[in-house]
């Protein structure tokens, strides 16, 4: 591999941290970020800032990926240690991960104690793409079987989600990816105080994909879960193939939860979709789909979709 010029390492150009703030993280106010791994990235846009993150579009200049567009996810609220600390665990994450439809890390670093991910840029999030309405059929039955084979191997991990939602779903043409694992805990014995008493401020972005098991937890009463993750997942299938999610309305994250039945879905295999999508979303989780069964199914629909659907010269039509 040739050698990176300097040329294509343009140096960074630091901020003033005053005394004692590790708050802000202003990717606008350098040229360039350095990695962990030696790599280099050059801001060009900004995308987005929540409560304690922050993500601009990037350039890599240098390295393997070298002018490959990214996403650089930074935190800016350092001086919060739960959120310090939820984000590395986060980091740590991504690196175990190696499914084509979980959004996995690329590279890493910290800037002045303010930790950064780099992540595959997708041009827009599912809820971008739904833009209010269903997705046509063949796109909606492709997007669902590749969202189960993510949750299956998150599962696998016995990685509970928790936050399932069209703005955690990356959409790039017809390839769908998972992400945000900022609320992501691995089941590995009961809840811990800390992680429940962390859930109560972060609730409030799942509110409109609530399962009955996220309420309960909530309400300090119940038990996580991977079945509520199913159920989430439901919702959001749900509103891929009819553009409504069939969540009630609620006035608190600890109400009950009802559902209103799937909204209209046409074509010949809507009573299959409809089925399958109304397995994921028992309210009993004893009588709730397991993953393994709702990918069966999509999976069934999908490949007779397939077979219904190639043209004679072999074209396959997603529409």
Do not use: W
Not at 112 to 125: D, K, M, N, S
Not at 216 to 233: E, H, P, V
Not at 284 to 300: C, H, M, Q, V, W
């Amino acid at each position: 591999m040739a050698t990176e010029t300097a040329a294509h390492k343009p140096a960074a150009q630091p901020i003033t941290v005053p005394a004692g703030s590790l708050d802000g993280f202003c990717c606008e106010q350098y040229k360039g970020i350095e990695t962990d791994s030696g790599n280099y990235f050059k801001n060009y846009a900004f995308l987005g800032k929540g409560g304690s993150g922050i993500a601009y579009l990037v350039q890599a200049t240098s390295g393997a990926y070298r002018g490959g567009l990214f996403v650089l996810k930074g935190l800016h609220r350092t001086s919060d240690s739960a959120r310090l600390k939820r984000f590395r665990q986060e980091r740590a994450f991504l690196k175990t991960l190696n499914h084509p439809n979980l959004l996995r890390l690329i590279d890493e670093g910290e800037y002045y104690g303010r930790p950064f991910i780099v992540q595959p840029y997708a041009p827009e999030t599912l809820r971008q793409a739904l833009g209010g309405k269903a997705l046509p059929f063949g796109t909606a039955l492709a997007f669902a079987c590749q969202l189960l084979s993510a949750l299956q191997a998150l599962h696998n991990q016995n990685v509970l989600h928790r936050d399932i939602k069209p703005e955690n779903i990356f959409v790039n043409g017809a390839h769908v990816q998972l992400g945000d694992f900022g609320l992501m805990k691995r089941l590995d014995g009961a809840a811990d105080a800390a992680d429940r008493g962390d859930f109560q401020g972060y609730r409030a972005g799942a509110f409109y994909y609530r399962t009955p098991e996220l309420a309960a937890y909530a309400n300090g009463t119940g038990a996580l879960d991977l079945r509520s993750d199913i159920f989430q997942l439901g919702l959001v299938l749900a509103e891929l193939f009819s553009g409504r999610n069939p969540l009630s309305k609620a006035e608190n994250f600890t109400d009950a939860i009802s559902l209103n039945s799937v909204a209209r879905i046409n074509g010949r295999y809507a009573p299959r979709v409809v089925s399958a999508i109304n397995g994921m979303l028992a309210i009993n989780p004893g009588e709730r789909a397991s993953i393994e069964k709702a990918l069966d199914d999509f999976t069934g629909i999908f490949e007779q979709y397939a077979k219904d659907h190639h043209d004679l010269h072999g074209q396959f039509f997603l529409n």
